[in-house]
């Protein structure tokens, strides 16, 4: 067992089947409460409101835990809960990065013209996409066609994409789990391609045979989130399994090296990113870039949050 400590965040990585790990954390409780118990100590004291026992993180959800992320390495996870819900988010730093791919690309596009882009800041990004667990633990109604807990959320536009990460947001506010500033939102394109590069500058951010859920492997099936293997930096299914919203509006990309960009201030459509099961590998590259109307749904469509730090 691996423990990590940064600055008020403790973050423990458990090398054994889920299973056995949760046994031994409840058996190790069971013991504990029973000698507290014995030596007169009354009730065992609950666990603290928004830490999670027995995941891949364990976080005392305390304003402290945000001050300083400077001492985070990339791919470094936290857990927030909700209720007996949780998202675990990867830790993405403040970087560069060449967004787009150059043109001796295999199958590019040529809305894809590569330009430096500069992040000031990190932000945290969840490990999956949003699954219908964690839309149904926020929203009133789970829009999917295939109803399954741990498949990522489709049917679903980019307004309610958006309203979801403002209804986490006010939740996880109230409950204490994130302080005032921080706040989920749609990852912009430059940071959505940011994270899924992870460093790399190829096509893919590994083998993509083992990273992601396409029409060569899938059987045209949706498949549970974190089925296939993450990036460098612990992040799951961006290529492939769902095609994911994007904060921007689609527009041309500038030549200009950038720092820290929003996208077009004004647009008829929205975009989205990552390729899904019923698509081939080039329409699952890190660079691919897809657009359509706000209103629009799809079966092989969803989204994943990012966190972000006060500006």
Not at 36 to 52: I, K, N, Q
Not at 146 to 167: F, I, L, M, T
Request: charged share 20%; aromatic share 10%.
């Amino acid at each position: 067992m691996l423990v990590e400590r940064f600055a008020g965040l403790v973050s423990i990585h458990i090398s054994m089947p889920r299973l056995d790990w949760i046994f031994l954390l409840a058996s190790a409780w069971f013991v504990v409460s029973r000698i507290y118990a014995a030596e007169g100590g009354g009730p065992v004291p609950p666990v603290p409101p928004g830490a999670l026992v027995g995941g891949p993180a364990v976080v005392a959800s305390t304003p402290a835990v945000w001050k300083d992320t400077r001492t985070l390495s990339a791919g470094s996870s936290v857990t927030l809960t909700l209720g007996t819900n949780h998202w675990t988010v990867r830790w993405v730093p403040p970087g560069r990065f060449m967004m787009g791919s150059p043109v001796d690309e295999a199958n590019r596009d040529k809305d894809e013209e590569q330009h430096e882009v500069e992040f000031s800041r990190g932000f945290f990004m969840a490990e999956t996409e949003c699954t219908q667990a964690q839309w149904e633990a926020v929203m009133p109604k789970n829009p999917s066609h295939g109803k399954s807990p741990d498949e990522a959320v489709n049917q679903v536009n980019w307004k309610e994409a958006q309203d979801y990460c403002r209804a986490l947001t006010e939740r996880h506010r109230a409950q204490g789990v994130i302080p005032t500033g921080w706040e989920w939102d749609l990852p912009t394109e430059a940071q959505w391609e940011y994270a899924c590069r992870a460093g790399t500058t190829g096509a893919f951010a590994g083998d993509l045979s083992s990273l992601a859920w396409i029409e060569s492997n899938s059987d045209g099936k949706a498949h549970a989130v974190k089925t296939r293997q993450p990036n460098a930096w612990g992040l799951h299914d961006l290529h492939g399994n769902a095609w994911e919203w994007c904060r921007d509006w689609y527009g041309d990309y500038s030549t200009n090296a950038l720092k820290d960009p929003s996208g077009p201030s004004a647009g008829s459509f929205r975009c989205y990113r990552g390729g899904s099961r019923i698509y081939g590998a080039r329409r699952a590259r890190s660079a691919i870039r897809g657009a359509m109307t706000p209103e629009m749904r799809g079966d092989y469509l969803g989204f994943r949050p990012v966190l972000l730090p006060p500006r």
